[in-house]
């Protein structure tokens, strides 16, 4: 599958961008996509609506590599379709949700920082002046490159088996996730 999907590009990207979109959201991906440089990054959308015509008229839209599998989820393409064999050529794999923000994220200035701090599996952080913060694991902290990990302040300070909000409540938020070739092959 990898011979087919890649022989249209004699210089493969470095990274790939992989995101699951419904046409409702296309504006929002027509600006994702557009933020990462054509060199450097080749696109994959997963349509979860089954539909791909009305993506033709973006200008980006025929190097972009279109699978449709209706309701479905980014993981399930993810797990279809992202096999590490497929994605070794690769450096970075974006797996992102189809509704984030990107007037202020910077693709190369992102994976310079996941470089120079060893980072396997990362997330963009959300800047709090700028984006709505739905969960404090989120924000951006302070004026750090890299935060690594979430205190629980409110309550007892403590995740436990009582907990009841936050980032304590047996969930992980995964809007944004950027895994390197590694990781994604031990995911």
């Known amino acids: 599958m990898c011979k087919i999907l890649c022989q249209n590009d004699p210089k493969p990207s470095k990274s790939l961008l992989a995101i699951s979109v419904g046409i409702k959201h296309k504006e929002i991906v027509d600006r994702i996509v557009r933020k990462f440089p054509q060199k450097g990054f080749a696109v994959m959308l997963f349509h979860y609506d089954g539909i791909v015509d009305e993506w033709k008229d973006l200008s980006w839209a025929d ?31 974006f797996l992102w949700d189809e509704d984030i923000r990107v007037e202020h994220f910077n693709p190369r200035r992102y994976l310079s920082i996941v470089k ?30 890299v935060h690594r990990r979430m205190y629980k302040f409110k309550g007892s300070g ?30």
């Open 116 to 145: 120079e701090e060893g980072l396997e599996i990362s997330q963009p952080a959300l800047d709090p002046a700028k984006s709505e913060i739905h969960h404090q694991i989120t924000a951006r902290s302070g004026k750090k490159r």
């Open 158 to 187: 403590r995740c436990d088996d009582h907990s009841t909000a936050p980032p304590c409540i047996g969930w992980v938020e995964m809007m944004a996730p950027v895994f390197s070739r590694a990781a994604w092959r031990c995911a």
């Open 63 to 93: 190097r972009a590599i279109h699978l449709s599998a209706a309701n479905q989820t980014k993981w399930w393409f993810a797990k279809c379709f992202l096999h590490p064999d497929i994605v070794a050529e690769y450096n970075y794999i």
